[in-house]
Every structure is written in C-alpha cells, then in structure tokens.
Nanobody
Framework: EVQLQASGGGLVQAGGSLTLSCATS????????IGWFRQAPGLEREGVSC?????????FIVDSEKGRFAISSDNAKHTVYLRMHKLKPEDTAVYYC?????????????????????WGKGTQVTVSS
C-alpha cells in the first residue's frame, strides 16, 4: 500500500523556520519524483518544490521561494524534506507531499503538475506576524 505522510507543520512566527517531512512507504522510493504542494484558503493548490527520481540532484523550486526553501532527501529513510526559512504570513497553508513515477523535476520546468500519482494528507503551516 502506497503511503505518504507529511509532518512537521505548526505555528511559527514570521521570520522563523520549519522543516517538513514526507515519510513514504509501499513503493520503490527512487522510482518516483516527490513533490511538495501547498494550498491556502481561497487559492488553488500550488506546486512548491520537487525532487527528481533517482535522487540525482535535479530539483525544482518555484521562483517565488528560491532562496528561502530547499528540498532534500534521506534515501535510507525513504523520506523527503522541505526546509523553509524566513517564513512569511503568506506561507500559511496546508502543505502536501505527493509522488509521481513519470515526472522528472528539473530547474527549467514551468511548474509542477498537480496530477501526481499518489498523495498524502497535508500538514498545516501557520505563520503569525
């Protein structure tokens, strides 16, 4: 059974940091790209970052978050992380992780597609001013 479990959300003051974790199981970890998405009230779900299958170092971060967010993986733990720094109230959203076998994440992509193969439940991030 494919499972993706996002965790690490919470309440943080503006300017602070959080690291989200996506623990996965039930599939061959390095056969799937892993992406992070967020959805704020009143807005569509947005792809934030993704890491390529094979974990070859290729990844994508949405332009608005370059320099603040970073994606990484611990392959032994089958876990992907999203490190977020200098958080802003506008970052408040439910953050989701998802996996897709056919997606290859790279710097030149326009955006992360939302038709991912597998989705986990989200974790709430709230940034206060």
């Amino acid at each position: 059974e494919v499972q993706l479990q996002a965790s690490g959300g919470g309440l943080v003051q503006a300017g602070g940091s959080l690291t989200l974790s996506c623990a996965t199981s039930g599939f061959t970890f390095d056969d799937y790209a892993i992406g992070w998405f967020r959805q704020a009230p009143g807005l569509e779900r947005e792809g934030v970052s993704c890491i390529s299958k094979r974990r070859d170092g290729s990844s994508f971060i949405v332009d608005s978050e370059k320099g603040r967010f970073a994606i990484s993986s611990d392959n032994a733990k089958h876990t992907v992380y999203l490190r977020m720094h200098k958080l802003k109230p506008e970052d408040t959203a439910v953050y989701y992780c998802a996996a897709d076998e056919g997606l290859y994440c790279a710097e030149g992509m326009e955006e992360i597609p939302t038709d991912m193969d597998y989705w986990g439940k989200g974790t709430q991030v709230t940034v206060s001013s």
